[in-house]
T-cell receptor, first 116, second 114 residues
């Protein structure tokens, strides 16, 4: 079956602009996660959805970042007034959403965001 | 607080030999899961192996095995019979029972030499 897909694969924007990054999870996965990965680092958690609701948004760095998942499938990460420090790879992952510690997350290929 | 530590920024291994990538963790959760992911230069995170904190046996998946030492809070990845295609970044990650997000280490870059 299809894995997690993310679009666009690359996004170059200018400082101050608004961007949207899209994630299409594995079919049937109720849980969806966004991470940010800076060069040479491990991914850092941004936000987690269970169904349509954001169950944990504690990783969003500030109010310029927002994410939605209106129908419980596709999610969009929105960044307003982009700054050069927002440049990173944004990874999306999905999982079955089962309880317990063994709910494996499967990652998409990421969107590389460059803010000039 | 949850924390994952990978102390080896880079490793070299000869093709066909085994290699161990280190991972230590810190958590106050009694139930947790430990995961290893491979990230080739293409960027996608590929799931390799999972170990539950209550699992009695070490996890194995093909050439990958996880050397889980609970008392030492370590979850090292062992890759047997290394192949050139194993060259990549490897990340250790942890998830607790009461939280869904993963905590990742800083990764180890593995280079397999022919």
């Amino acid at each position: 079956g299809a894995g997690v897909s993310q679009t666009p694969s690359n996004k170059v924007t200018e400082k101050g602009k608004y961007v949207e990054l899209r994630c299409d999870p594995i079919s049937g996965h109720t849980a969806l996660y966004w991470y940010r990965q800076s060069l040479g680092q491990g991914p850092e958690f941004l936000i987690y959805f269970q169904g349509t609701g954001a169950a944990d948004d504690s990783g969003l760095p500030n109010d310029r970042f927002f994410a939605v998942r209106p129908e419980g499938s596709v999610s969009t990460l929105k960044i307003q007034r982009t700054e050069r420090g927002d440049s990173a790879v944004y990874l999306c992952a999905s999982s079955m959403g089962t309880s317990g510690s063994g709910d494996t997350q499967y990652f998409g290929p990421g969107t590389r965001l460059t803010v000039l | 607080a949850q924390k994952i530590t990978q102390t080896q920024p880079g490793m070299f291994v000869q093709e066909k030999e085994a290699v161990t990538l280190d991972c230590t963790y810190d958590t106050s959760d009694q139930s947790y899961g430990l995961f290893w992911y491979k990230q080739p230069s293409s960027g996608e995170m590929i799931f390799l192996i999972y170990q539950g904190s209550y699992d009695q046996q070490n996890a194995t998946e093909g050439r990958y095995s996880l050397n889980f030492q609970k008392a030492r809070k370590s979850a090292n990845l062992v890759i047997s019979a290394s192949q050139l295609g194993d060259s990549a970044m490897y990340f250790c990650a942890m998830r607790g029972f009461n939280f869904n997000k993963f905590y990742f280490g800083s990764g180890t870059k593995l280079n397999v030499k022919p």
